[in-house]
Every structure is written in C-alpha cells, then in structure tokens.
C-alpha cells in the first residue's frame, strides 16, 4: 500500500476534513476511531497496536511511521 | 472439533419488546454528530429495551408458546429445559425451574441455566446435543435470552448504545437422518475483565474485546474450515452472533465472506448477547436459505464458538413482539 493510499485511508477513518498537514494538523482518535485503526492496521499490514501506542500517535505522519516501523 | 449425528433443529423462534427506543431518546444530550458517527460504526439506530417488570425468561417463553403453537409440537413431548442467560430472573432458584412451571410442562423435566453470553447460543446447541445423546431424551426445549439493558449505568454511552433485549427459542430433536453437526468452542488467554458485570451494571471495554475478536475469531474459523475441508462457497448461511456492525464487516472482510450470506440485524435490535444469532435467523428468516449453515459466536469469557449445523428440516418463524400488557 502506499503512502498516499494510507493518508487516504487514516483521514477517512478519522474524519479529517480540507487540506490537513500530516507532520502539523493534530488528530483526535476517539473509542470508534480507535476500532477502525486497529481494524485498518491488522487487515492490511497484519500490525497490532495497543491503546498506549494509539495514544502517542498525535498526527497523521506518525501512523506511517509506526506501520514503518512495524513493517521493518 | 466435536460431531454429533442424528439431531435436529426443529424449529427457532424469537421475541423482542414492543418498546423501540432511537438513540436520539436514549441520549437526548449528546451532539448529532456523535450519535451520528456511533450509528454508522454500529449499524444501531434504535434498540429494543423491556419494560421493567419484563424478564429474559418472559421473552423466552412467549417465544416458546409460539413455536409449539406454529410447529403443532406437543409440549409434554419436551424431556428437558436449557435456559442460557446472563440475566436470569433469580441466582436462586434456577430460572429454568421457573420456566418449567410457567410453560406447563412435565415435572420430570430436566431443567438447567447456562449463565453464558455471546457465545451462549451455540454453548445452549453444544449441552443440548449432548443431553439427546442418551436414548431416553428425545426433545430439548433451548431458550436464549438476555434483558442486559436493565444492568447498563446510565452514564455509559458504549453500553446504552449497542445492547438490546430479546429472548428465543428453539427445539432440538433425535432424528433417523444423520444430519452431522460440528462444535468448537474455546477461551482465550486474554482476562476477562474487559467485558463483565461489575455491582450489577455491564462493563465493556471495547477496544480490548475487539482485539480479542480480531486475533482469535478468523483464525479458528480457519481452522474448522480446514478440519472440515470446506470453505464458505460451502454454506448457504455464515450467522455471526451479532455484537456491532463495525466487528461482523471486519470478519466479512478479513475471511472474504459474502456480504449476503452474513446478515447483521442490529439495527431496530441491539446487541441481544444469547439471543442474537437466533435473532438474526428470525429477523431474515424469509431469506435465509435452508441448508448447510455456519453459525459464529465470540465476547464474554472472553469466549468464542463455532458451529456448523444442517438448518434444512428446521421451521425459522418470524420475530414476535413481546406485549407488555401480557
């Protein structure tokens, strides 16, 4: 999956509206937003996130990160 | 996985609440957008909640009286109860005793209570089966049902807004025709703390039992399918036990199913916990397809079962509405 495809995906799940900048525009994951994360990462990365790792995560750039991460 | 042979499901029936609350009600200070955004991952708009003199055990006969009378079944001809509830009408005695008396039947009925939930459904089929595996059982009477909305705090929005009740039945009998049917039920290592009554009100974590689902569910159906060497172009019905839209699409997905074998019915229902897999074949009863059946259940235990059952000879009524004034 690329890049642009992930950013799509994320601001779906998370409802990120206009024009949002993936390192600045700061992201809320609520409960449900937290589901479709833990859904998206597993389903297409085979990834397990906790709720304390969810937490860190505080703009779009460091959900790519961390699948990066987790992908080796 | 266990087979039994020789065992039929004769007929199901199921019965919710006349009273259906939308979400707008239940939570008449919360934003649009929220219960909007809750609704669309849910698939739950309204639910189901029983008045407060109405028990699991009301639902539940109401359904049975139903079934007998539409399947014409003699109700001396049922040799024991299984009521499988995790909001039995008393710790003691036994609901099912109660039940007994209620519905008039034999006092040499075997009476037991399954104090089981998500996967209660297919936990009530496995004890029922196997009761009808001595020669002298000919009939079970098994009765599904949960009224969980009378032990929700009030401040929970997760809880209040998915669960529902609703009650169910279902006679299980001996038959000539061989009709195998297939168990597999299981626990997880994970605690089960993240889904349990605590002082009497339901506790969900639901980020953990969605993680539970995701990491144990696929893979054991997996298996079964492997065992069986069967795959889901096999069955004409996979019926998930019906917990929120958001979990029954991720395991439509993650195990490439067909949307349209896998009904989800929550919508106007709730998470009904025991009842919701034979509510989901009551509420489709007129598309669902007679035949070779997939049946999944999986939450509170945190538990999860499977079953792989003939649906063919079994009689699928159309939900009935519980009046209050009854």
Not at chain 1, 49 to 71: P, Q, S
Not at chain 2, 184 to 198: F, G, N, T, V, W
């Amino acid at each position: 999956m690329k890049n642009t495809e992930i950013i799509k995906e994320i601001s779906e799940l998370l409802e990120l509206e206009g024009n949002f900048d993936i390192n600045e525009t700061p992201i809320e994951i609520d409960s449900l937003s937290s589901l479709g994360l833990v859904s998206f990462l597993d389903t297409n990365f085979n990834i397990s996130v906790t709720k304390e790792e969810i937490e860190e995560f505080k703009v779009v750039n460091d959900i790519i990160k961390f699948i990066d991460a987790r992908k080796g | 996985m266990i087979e039994f042979n020789n065992i039929k499901i004769l007929g199901i029936s199921s019965c919710v609440p006349e009273n259906l609350m939308d979400l707008k009600s239940i939570f008449k200070n919360e934003s649009e957008t929220r219960l909007k955004k809750t609704s669309k991952v849910t698939g739950i708009e309204s639910i189901r909640i029983a008045g407060s003199d109405t028990t699991a055990s009301d639902l539940c006969i109401k359904s049975a009286e139903h079934l007998f009378e539409k399947l014409n079944f003699d109700k001396n001809e049922i040799d024991s109860i299984v009521f499988v509830s995790q909001t039995r009408d008393y710790v003691m005695p036994q609901t099912s005793f109660v039940i007994r008396k209620k519905l008039g039947l034999n006092n040499d009925t075997i009476c037991f209570d399954l104090p089981l939930g998500c996967t209660g459904f297919i936990q009530g089929l496995f004890q029922s089966y196997s009761l009808l595996q001595n020669k002298k059982i000919k009939n079970v009477l098994l009765l599904c049902g949960d009224t969980m909305t009378k032990y929700l705090n009030k401040e929970d929005f997760a809880t209040r807004s998915v669960f529902g009740d609703g009650g169910s039945s279902c006679i299980i009998s001996s038959t000539e025709n061989k009709f195998a049917t297939f168990f597999d039920i299981k626990s997880a290592e994970e605690k089960p703390d993240s889904l349990m009554m605590k002082s009497d009100k339901l506790f969900m974590d639901g980020f953990e039992v969605f993680k539970f689902v995701s990491k144990y569910v696929p893979r054991s159906i997996k298996e079964n399918l492997k065992y069986l060497n069967q795959n889901f172009d096999d069955f004409e019905n996979v019926i998930f036990h019906q917990a929120n839209d958001f979990i029954i699409k991720f395991l439509n997905k993650a195990l490439k199913i067909d949307e349209t074998k896998s009904p989800t019915v929550l919508n106007g229902l709730g998470n009904t916990g025991p009842a919701s897999i034979p509510l989901a074949l009551t509420e489709k009863f007129f598309k669902v397809k007679k035949g070779h059946t997939f049946l999944c259940g999986f939450g509170v235990g945190l538990s999860y079962a499977n079953c792989v059952v003939n649906l063919s000879d079994t009689e699928i009524l159309k939900t009935i509405i519980y009046n209050e004034k009854h």
